[in-house]
């Protein structure tokens, strides 16, 4: 079976945004940077694509003009292996212009949406009815996900 990727639409800030996000996360490169060819209108020259992997990941971000834009029906979520990574994460991404939103999901400057979440969410918030509904509810209550809260939630 073929590999699936995202690609990401901007208006113009591709490259600025896979520079951002290779230096926010371990292990990340750009890769190839195509450009509008000659006869290509107003962006000829500009940046059309640029591929970028995140530790591994393969993506492409696109300059494709205003026509559309990033909104929180697609989310990249971010994996954490405690609170410290958490905490760089969510700090990192919603710097400079990003905005926080609820149940760990925020919006970075760039206005794509990712959820900063623990590794282990699934069993920390699934089992027992009356337990992921004591997961939930503190959720919820939160910002930014605090890993001791979501399981002492889990354990009351």
Same mark, same amino acid.
């Given at each position: 079976?073929?590999?699936?990727?995202?690609?990401?639409?901007?208006?113009?800030?591709?490259?600025?945004?896979?520079?951002?996000?290779?230096? &926010?996360?371990?292990?990340?490169? $750009?890769? &190839?940077?195509?450009?509008?060819?000659? =006869?290509?209108?107003?962006? %000829? =020259?500009?940046?059309?694509?640029?591929?970028?992997?995140?530790?591994?990941?393969?993506?492409?971000?696109?300059?494709? =003009?205003? /026509?559309?834009?990033?909104?929180?029906? $697609?989310? @990249?979520?971010?994996?954490?292996?405690?609170?410290? /990574? $958490?905490?760089?994460?969510?700090? #990192?991404?919603?710097?400079?212009?990003?905005? %926080?939103?609820?149940?760990?999901? @925020?919006?970075?400057?760039?206005?794509?949406?990712?959820?900063?979440?623990?590794?282990?969410?699934?069993? $920390?918030?699934?089992?027992?009815?009356?337990?992921?509904?004591?997961?939930?509810? #503190?959720?919820? &209550?939160?910002?930014?996900?605090?890993?001791?809260?979501?399981?002492?939630?889990?354990?009351?």
């Amino acid at each position: 079976m073929p590999r699936t990727y995202p690609c990401l639409w901007f208006d113009t800030a591709a490259e600025d945004a896979a520079k951002f996000y290779t230096a &926010t996360f371990p292990n990340s490169s $750009i890769g &190839t940077v195509a450009r509008y060819p000659e =006869g290509s209108g107003e962006r %000829e =020259g500009q940046v059309l694509t640029v591929a970028f992997e995140l530790d591994g990941a393969r993506y492409l971000a696109l300059n494709g =003009g205003p /026509e559309f834009s990033f909104d929180e029906a $697609i989310s @990249l979520m971010v994996d954490c292996a405690d609170q410290a /990574e $958490i905490d760089y994460y969510w700090e #990192a991404l919603a710097a400079d212009g990003g905005s %926080e939103g609820p149940c760990g999901w @925020l919006k970075d400057r760039y206005g794509v949406s990712w959820q900063v979440v623990p590794k282990n969410w699934d069993e $920390i918030a699934s089992g027992d009815p009356q337990r992921a509904a004591k997961v939930f509810a #503190a959720m919820m &209550t939160m910002k930014k996900l605090d890993i001791a809260a979501l399981e002492a939630a889990a354990e009351a």
